[in-house]
């Protein structure tokens, strides 16, 4: 699996980074078959509160690609909603 962090507009920390990678390694869990993991990170104009974008792309073979994108105070809370948006798609399709 390989993920791609896009950070749009700033430079996403290292320590950021290891914190979606580690989020995103779980994952794989519930679905072994994702291929590509893409994530967006990128700052709201209006320099307010709950001004972090977070989305996340999963593709995976022989099913449509599941999409979650969220809005929050910090990229590791819109992260960590995605996340588990995501997984909710993937037990979805598991069920069917």
């Known amino acids: ?5 896009k950070a749009i507009h700033f430079d996403a920390t290292e320590k950021l980074q ?18 590509d993991v893409e994530v967006n990170l990128k ?3 209006p320099e307010t ?3 972090k974008e977070a989305s996340i792309k999963l593709l995976v073979p022989q099913r449509d690609d599941l999409f979650a994108s969220k809005v929050a ?5 819109a992260v960590d909603q995605c996340v588990d948006a995501l997984k909710r798609q993937l037990e979805k399709g598991k069920d069917r």
Not at 1 to 5: C, G, P, S, Y
Not at 73 to 77: A, G, H, I, L, R
């Open 1 to 5: 699996m390989e993920t791609k962090i």
């Open 18 to 35: 290891l914190f979606i990678n580690k989020k995103v390694d779980k994952l794989v869990k519930h679905h072994e078959e994702i291929s």
């Open 43 to 45: 700052v709201v104009k």
């Open 49 to 51: 509160a709950m001004n």
């Open 73 to 77: 105070d910090t990229f590791e809370e």
